[in-house]
């Protein structure tokens, strides 16, 4: 990796986000195109928080901090990445099901999948079966994560699953599921594609899905 992008990585890490603007901004001068300091610099740090996470050498304050950090340099590339074409694979729309206001979570997930370079529509908190379905025609997302953290919000998500069943878009995407009352046997229940325990393996789950 070359001494630019290799900075880019360790202040991504590091979770320093000051850091991590000079360092893309410092790339960019140096004659680096977008596109390389996103794959070789910001996703592979966030494929190392993800790894740190697992092995419980990062927990979850280090793991925001790294992913507030990947967005701000992000944020600098955004504009020069439209302008030179999408650069995410794919399309993933999240948000937190009906009745349901918790947003750390399912913010953490989106974050961390923009680290990943997927493009990502966060749709909010307490959103509606209906705004679900409309979000689905809007983007054409490969992927609708749904997340939940209550058991008496948890039940939100199979009539959400099957409005964009009854929408007629349900062939066209996959289904994950996350939340701390959730588990594998009840996303298999509701008709989910998956669900993830945490952040780091949404990651993963959503990269195995998309093939990537």
Same mark, same amino acid.
């Given at each position: 990796?070359?001494?630019?992008?290799?900075?880019?990585?360790? $202040?991504?890490?590091?979770?320093?986000?000051?850091?991590?603007? $000079?360092?893309?901004?410092?790339?960019?001068?140096?004659?680096?195109?977008?596109?390389?300091?996103?794959?070789?610099?910001?996703?592979?740090?966030?494929?190392?928080?993800?790894?740190?996470?697992?092995?419980?050498?990062?927990?979850?304050?280090?793991?925001?901090?790294?992913?507030?950090?990947?967005?701000?340099?992000?944020?600098?590339?955004?504009?020069?990445?439209?302008?030179?074409?999408?650069? =995410?694979?794919?399309? %993933? %729309?999240?948000? *937190?099901? /009906?009745?349901?206001?918790?947003?750390?979570?399912?913010?953490?997930?989106?974050?961390?999948?923009?680290?990943?370079?997927?493009?990502?529509?966060?749709?909010? *908190?307490?959103?509606?079966? $209906?705004?679900?379905?409309?979000? %689905?025609?809007?983007?054409?997302?490969?992927?609708?994560?749904?997340?939940?953290?209550? *058991?008496?919000?948890?039940?939100?998500?199979?009539?959400?699953?099957? =409005?964009?069943?009854?929408?007629? #878009?349900?062939? /066209?995407?996959? %289904?994950?599921?996350?939340? =701390?009352?959730?588990?594998?046997?009840?996303?298999?229940?509701?008709? =989910?594609?998956?669900? $993830?325990?945490?952040?780091?393996?949404?990651? *993963?789950?959503?990269?195995?899905?998309?093939? #990537?």
């Amino acid at each position: 990796m070359p001494k630019n992008l290799d900075d880019v990585f360790e $202040a991504v890490v590091a979770g320093d986000r000051n850091r991590v603007e $000079a360092t893309v901004e410092g790339a960019l001068q140096d004659g680096s195109s977008p596109e390389s300091i996103l794959k070789e610099g910001l996703v592979p740090a966030m494929d190392e928080v993800g790894r740190r996470f697992e092995s419980c050498e990062f927990y979850v304050p280090e793991m925001m901090a790294a992913a507030r950090a990947m967005k701000a340099g992000l944020t600098q590339l955004r504009p020069r990445l439209v302008r030179s074409g999408p650069t =995410a694979g794919s399309r %993933v %729309v999240l948000g *937190t099901v /009906q009745g349901d206001m918790h947003d750390i979570g399912k913010s953490l997930v989106g974050m961390m999948l923009e680290g990943a370079g997927l493009e990502v529509y966060d749709l909010g *908190t307490d959103v509606s079966p $209906a705004r679900f379905v409309q979000a %689905v025609r809007d983007h054409q997302p490969a992927i609708v994560g749904l997340s939940a953290l209550l *058991t008496t919000t948890m039940g939100q998500m199979q009539p959400t699953i099957a =409005a964009i069943e009854q929408a007629g #878009l349900r062939r /066209q995407l996959k %289904v994950i599921v996350g939340g =701390a009352p959730l588990s594998e046997a009840y996303a298999s229940v509701i008709g =989910a594609d998956g669900y $993830a325990p945490d952040a780091s393996r949404a990651v *993963t789950l959503t990269r195995r899905l998309l093939g #990537l």
